[in-house]
């Protein structure tokens, strides 16, 4: 019997956190998308476990991170112990730094099993309904018809496929594997799906990445780190912070304190990189190297009682040429990029790359954005998976090295890192989703001609000075501030869920002042008219905000300025539901409702002039311009985004 | 067929919010109870809708706060509207008030229907696994034996119930009422339930209240509310907000903003008192309620396409005379007291009611504490219901009034009450389980001669000197503080949890300074005597923590006190886990480790001093007392608890 063929605009392979991550997104986006995996269930115990500022935000934006918070180890405290100079049979404590990744965000780095991640979108994607993940389901072939290749409304991907007999369906598909009674065992049922897109996201030994033809670069050391997940019984008093513990003859290991009390220990094994100091890693076991681990920590004692998870990895470093093949399949996660999890960077830069990349995909695959928006997420990602790479071998020498040498000062060395490995300092672009910052060009004239306010035609600040601290390509940094009509004080963040909408952020100013007002009024009446950005590429009859949507957050006192008197194309009105009053803020004017941020004043934003920031899907700013300067926010859109009478049907079946 | 019998020792009776409050407690303290309902399903939409600071602190000390306050609407700021003296047609903004409920605590005010509430603690039962709701059952008779009522190991209760044919069971009793395929229709069953104790939750027409032969006293007046559930189409600009607003001849109007866009208003129907102005409730629809809210509100416009939920009610203040009998029979919630609704106190009160009795309910069914500690439900209750409905009167005047009176000033009524009103300010005893504070006695010796340190000989601070800030009877304010081993910041009521067990919070002030550590070591040296409190009423073999939790919270530096140098006493050892490390914390010394509270100011403790304070199981304050008063913390627990070698087994059946 032939296979049944059937049609899909997305394919994700692989269900671990990368690959959850781009089914979150299509779930949020509605996309048409499938999601298999081979195993029969999520990771139970082990794995990644580190969780850093951006990828909460991240999670938060699906909603995900408060129940992650409440169940994890959170950070506070990095010690560095290294022997003691008078005994060096012993170590001492030599650092004590407090961890300010809180200063980058509202989150902290967590200790969690990547298991319960898992969970959280495993009940995330059955809360929507969309989509579950198709598990004990293999890959058979992949073929790509090269012909369709560049016909982005095609299905060119021909993916094969064979699901087990003890198969899972619906909303019960993530629930376990429950035998159910006077169900047969039945044979292994063929499928062959045609895709328009692929996501592959099936880890270090990428079955898709093997079928694309690519190889991962770069090789593997002979250094052996085993690593235990046990609840420690111990005197070590630094046992419940994370530590870097050098010994002069046992060797190094680090630490990792977790949930349900348990630590992860990481033990190097073998001396580093010589040829003959090979290690037969069959023969290790948790009881070794906790012994190990105990001798590094003398004089103080380790042992357990509960062993969670245990393994052993060999340190390497290694990265893909290409992150994808033509635009139509992707790679993601583990499958692209390897290294160390010294810096429990792993799973944090994997659901980083799918985030970065579904929302573009649910943009192509519904007609709104020109698929040359694609070549980006090679661009955006293989930079940040080879400085990573570049990163995790000083991390790994830092290490090696320990006491021995300049890097023994962790604070200095922890302190190069941090803002890049919380994920909030990166940054993507310049590209076409990244407009380059305009240069200070006071001399320049206004482009705009149409501004109410005669002042403002002779000055046209720099990007830069108009928002000195919103970096361009960044994700925008979140402060508190007030909502208009309900006075409460909620993080900006929080209006920026994972949707897949484009946000144009009007930073309004002052509009108590009567020539703020004005110009805020003449943005409005600019981007309502018939021809503006808003309209062009939001279908007729969809709501206004569906393609992008327009938030406003003024520096105005509440007091001052009451919400109707903001034009109703920033509080649009509905038949059934009234007005939205979720699109207006306002900054805490002068501290007058309580003791909380001044957005304006952190974003470096003045508020006698304001600015719009036009805000990616992904939270990162494409683009700062002046509140005047609708052409340029009419420019970048035009450039990515296809006109909606443009948009072309995407035939099902136009592939075969 | 003879019905049969069954023994429980605590039986509720309603599961409304008062009654899964019980149920919760019941279920954290491993109690052999049954809750019963005779609804199919809880509560959909509409009725109970606020939720004030304390409630929030209650069902976080079930881990239920962060998802009510994700999705519940937060009240910051009220408004007052009256009639503009130039066209007494048309009403003004005269007040703006921010609620500042949060300086009271760390949660704000919410506006959530009880619905959801509901539906939070029955997702609570099934996480637990060891209750859930009986629904589908009918109360028929009730009985009490007297003379059993004085003996508390027996069951005087004879309680006889129907259940009917659609019946729910284990885990799935909350889930809906699905059709189960081939179940037939059954036949009512009746059972007797032969109980030691019976919680009457039912509501307003109690039959458990009509059982044992109360009755509410006070009466009903004749005004008239009428309340909707509505998605307003408005251009009123505090719809957003609670407003209180009063129009010179349509009378008076209150709203409370709520999830999902949902406005409630209170639209008073009837002119107040006068016994010829009756109104026909049943002629009132929801059209009337808001073509009437709207003639107040002119000159805005007020209408609506969704109502969720409407209702009439007419206002009137009761109360029982008891809220128990023979202790063994309780009435809590609307069971025992009703008012108006318009403080939204209604379910908070109630909840409060059910936090207050069970954990005292659940000692004594253990035999942990003597039957006499059930006394203070009614003291310490009945008079929190007094004061509500005493407040609510005057509360009730002032919105008859409205802009014609002294009462005019909505801040200054509103600042009179809301301590109260929020939760926070309920205070308990003196009685059995609040020792009466001490009065400032420096010219008496000290009780205690013990203590290491000499020079506290002599001086003997008052309860008051020890913690000018702590008020006895009070909920334990709660502040943020260092966990030790972790440095994890963390608020004190995180270490509350509801779970049934008494804390003794030991204070320790500064312990890097010697002669405050040896105090603390001297402390923990009595603690750990074979007859100490301790060891006197937790059963042999049990955790050292099972009944009293000692909790530290030090004044030190974290960086100068290492956490192995407190007393192991501080942080139990246990052969399976290791050190338990979540028993020490550091207050914020001087502010090195963030920008966060300094928990010993706020309490009004002195760092070289410190003291011991002794908190129930729902985190009132019991006692305070210093740190050598080890005699007056055992004198406490020595009139309320049993030592547990005298403790009675419980028969099951003698009752019979």
């Given amino acids: 019997m032939e296979p049944k063929v059937t049609y899909s605009d997305l394919v994700i392979i692989g269900a671990g956190p990368a690959g959850l991550m781009a089914a979150a997104w299509a779930s949020r986006m509605g996309l048409d998308a499938r999601t298999l995996d081979d195993k029969l269930d999520r990771v139970q115990t082990g794995r990644a476990d580190g969780l850093h500022v951006r990828t909460l935000e991240i999670l938060d934006s699906f909603g995900m991170a408060n129940a992650i918070n409440e169940k994890a180890y959170q950070l506070r405290e990095i010690c560095s112990w290294n022997p003691d100079p008078e005994d060096d049979s012993k170590i001492q404590r030599t650092e004590r730094v407090r961890v300010k990744e809180e200063e980058l965000g509202r989150f902290c780095q967590l200790g969690i099993h990547q298991g319960f ?6 009940d995330f994607l059955q809360r929507e309904g969309r989509l579950s993940v198709e598990r004990n389901t293999k890959t058979k072939s992949l073929q790509l018809e090269e012909a369709l290749m560049t016909d982005h409304t095609a299905y060119p991907i ?53 079928q694309i033809g690519l190889r991962l670069e770069g090789g593997k050391t002979k250094v052996h780190f085993g690593v235990v997940d046990i609840v420690p019984i111990t005197d070590f008093p630094d046992i419940r912070v994370s530590c870097s513990i050098h010994s002069t003859k046992a060797g190094s290991t680090m630490t990792f304190p977790r949930e349900d009390r348990l630590v992860r220990f990481y033990v190097q094994l073998a001396e580093t990189g010589s040829e003959g100091d090979d290690l037969d890693t069959s023969k290790v076991t948790p009881e ?17 009682e509960h062993c969670d998870w245990w393994s052993i990895y060999t340190v390497g470093q290694q990265c893909a040429p290409s992150f994808s093949k033509g635009n139509r399949v992707f790679l993601v996660g583990d499958a692209v990029h390897t290294h160390s999890p010294t810096m429990g960077a792993g799973m944090n830069v994997s659901m980083q790359d799918s985030y970065n990349l579904v929302w573009k995909l649910g943009q192509v695959i519904k007609g709104i954005a020109k698929p040359d928006i694609l070549d980006t997420y090679n661009a955006e990602r293989q930079s940040v998976a080879q400085t990573l790479i570049k990163m995790d071998r000083d991390m790994c020498d830092f290490y090696e090295k320990g006491a021995g040498s300049d890097a023994h000062n962790y604070d200095e060395f922890y302190e190069r890192f941090r803002t890049f490995l919380s994920g909030v300092g990166v940054e993507y672009g310049p590209n076409s989703l990244v407009v380059t910052a305009r240069e200070d060009d006071g001399s320049r004239d206004s482009q705009s001609g149409t501004d109410l306010d005669g002042s403002s035609q002779t000055r046209r600040p720099s990007t830069r000075s108009l928002a000195s601290k919103i970096p361009l390509g960044q994700r925008l ?6 909502n208009h009509a309900e006075a409460n004080i909620v993080h900006v963040h929080s209006m920026l869920p994972a949707d897949g909408r484009w946000r144009l952020l009007v930073l309004a100013g002052d509009i108590s002042q009567v020539a703020q007002m004005a110009r805020l009024r003449t943005l409005c009446a600019r981007m309502d008219a018939p021809s503006s950005f808003l309209r062009t590429y939001t279908p007729d009859g969809d709501k206004v905000d569906s393609v992008i949507e327009v938030l406003t957050i003024h520096a105005a006192s509440r007091r001052k300025v009451e919400v109707f008197s903001l034009p109703e194309l920033l509080r649009p009105f ?20 309580g003791d909380f941020d ?59």
């Fill in 574 to 593: 509905d038949s059934k539901l009234g007005y939205d009053y979720w699109k207006c803020y306002a900054n805490n004017y002068e501290g007058e409702e």
């Fill in 117 to 122: 991640i898992e969970q959280n979108f495993i």
């Fill in 477 to 482: 940094p979140s402060f508190l501030v007030l």
């Fill in 598 to 656: 001044d957005a304006y004043a952190e974003w470096g934003v003045d508020k006698d002039e304001g600015c719009l920031v036009v805000l990616r899907p992904d939270q990162h700013v494409s683009l700062v311009c002046g509140l005047q300067d609708v052409e340029e926010v009419e420019q970048f859109f035009s450039t990515i985004l296809v006109p909606h009478k443009r948009r072309k049907a995407v035939a099902v079946g136009c592939g075969k």
């Fill in 158 to 210: 021909c993916l094969r496929i064979e699901r087990n007999n003890i198969t899972t369906n619906g909303a019960t598909a993530d629930q376990g594997c429950k035998k159910i009674p006077n169900t047969k065992m039945r044979s292994p049922q063929e499928e062959i799906i045609k895709a328009r897109y692929l996501v592959g996201a099936d880890g270090g030994h990428s079955w898709t990445r093997d």
């Fill in 288 to 304: 070794m190297i906790t012994e190990k681990a105990s001798t590094i920590l003398s004089p103080y004692k380790l042992s357990y």
